[in-house]
């Protein structure tokens, strides 16, 4: 009985470091390095926009400190990446073009600081989600860097929330959101009386068309 049991605890601990194996060789050691390093560049990069078109301090204490913070953690993950000699991961100039897609798109009728805390709020919880899928990563090395670099994005985070709520960003982005929606109910209105008045119409046509008929039995004399 003993040796059964040493049996299957054997292939229970086979089986969970296969499983284990598997979710780590879904994330890619080298994917996570470019992705991670294009959206440090982007947060820094929108800073920067920040320091020189924002009105109000909080925005610009905010901004300095993602400078600041995603300059050191974007030189510590280019010198983990360097040291991999068979890791092939993109240069500058090609990491500054992928960050471009998540740099700052200012919309119609939002003030700067509004659309940078907006900004903020959502290129973090993208970043975080990153980072999480990136705990299962086999690389060491990786690992620690994303353990210790995950609970400042999630700081980040909060600041952010704190910023978009400051500066009224929270509320236009809704009233944006429900403007969007009362424009969409409008529009199908009017498309709804549309048809209904295209179908009020026929229903007429048709009623003058039975008023005209002649009844049976009955002749029309020519005009």
Same mark, same amino acid.
């Given at each position: ?138 690389? =060491? ?74 009844? =049976?039995?009955?002749?029309?004399? =020519?005009?």
């Amino acid at each position: 009985m003993s040796s059964l049991k040493m049996i299957w605890g054997g292939l229970a601990v086979l089986l969970l470091a296969i499983l284990s194996f598997t979710a780590n060789a879904d994330v890619d050691a080298e994917d996570f390095v470019e992705e991670a390093s294009a959206k440090g560049l982007a947060e820094i990069e929108t800073a920067r926009m920040a320091l020189r078109k924002g009105t109000s301090p909080q925005v610009k204490e905010f901004a300095q400190k993602m400078i600041d913070d995603h300059t050191a953690a974007n030189q510590e993950l280019s010198g983990i990446a360097r040291a991999k000699e068979d890791w092939e991961i993109a240069d500058d100039a090609e990491l500054m073009n992928k960050a471009k897609a998540f740099i700052l798109r200012q919309r119609d009728g939002e003030s700067f600081d509004q659309a940078y805390a907006n900004n903020q709020v959502v290129a973090h919880e993208q970043t975080i989600e990153l980072f999480r899928e990136a705990r299962e990563l086999r690389d =060491p090395e990786l690992r620690a860097f994303v353990n210790k670099t995950l609970p400042k994005l999630e700081t980040h985070l909060r600041m952010a929330k704190d910023l978009a709520a400051a500066t009224g960003a929270s509320e236009a982005d809704r009233m944006n959101r429900e403007g969007v929606d009362y424009n969409r109910g409008v529009d199908e209105n009017r498309n709804m009386n549309n048809d209904r008045g295209f179908n009020n119409e026929r229903g007429i046509n048709n009623d003058n068309n039975v008023n005209t008929r002649p009844r =049976p039995g009955t002749t029309t004399s =020519p005009q």
